[in-house]
């Protein structure tokens, strides 16, 4: 999958499907197959690393559970109310869940596979967990790319002040250069 292509020519195209990534929609269905594939065998046939499951107790398991499905479910349900089809790339999305975080649909995919894992302490589960965060991460930027070449400043200025998957932490980059500060 090209998540460095050109998406800029991408959003020019008619069918640039709302600024999502062309692959976006299989690599999804395709991980989270594979996901609870992996859920599934390693917590309820084989354990093979479930060992964890011992260690911390059912509760704080089923606490995580909630913790995570509830984050994600919150997520979901605001970002589904501020992205309707009718109003996809006519602005620049900045309130619900977009105003605290540019991709709440794929952090809250991520909150619910996460929880799943910490429900079974499938350490397989969880290491499945990379790739999906590769990949959300892959699409995310580029789409970031398509929303730059479609508003240009205005989502430059979205994302400086918007975090990509935690409010308040990895924001936008800045541009390097004579006028900029480097905020590591």
Known sequence: MDC???ARSQAEVPEHRGGEHPKGDAGQMALVGLFMAVWITDSFAFGFTTGPL??????????ALCACLAAAFLLFLSGHRVVEKGRRLSAVVSTGAFGYVRHPLYLASMLSLLGLSASTGSLASLGCLVPVF???D??????ERVMEGIFGDEYRSY????????PWISRGRRESGPDSQSHG
Do not use: L, M, S
């Not at 011992?54 to 606490?63: M, Q």
């Not at 892959?138 to 789409?143: G, L, P």
């Not at 994302?159 to 935690?166: E, S």
């Open 159 to 166: 994302k400086a002040r918007t975090g990509k998957w935690v």
């Open 138 to 143: 892959c699409i995310a930027a580029y789409e």
């Open 4 to 6: 460095k292509g050109d």
């Open 134 to 136: 590769v990949f959300y």
């Open 54 to 63: 011992g260690i911390v107790p059912w509760p704080a398991r089923v606490a």
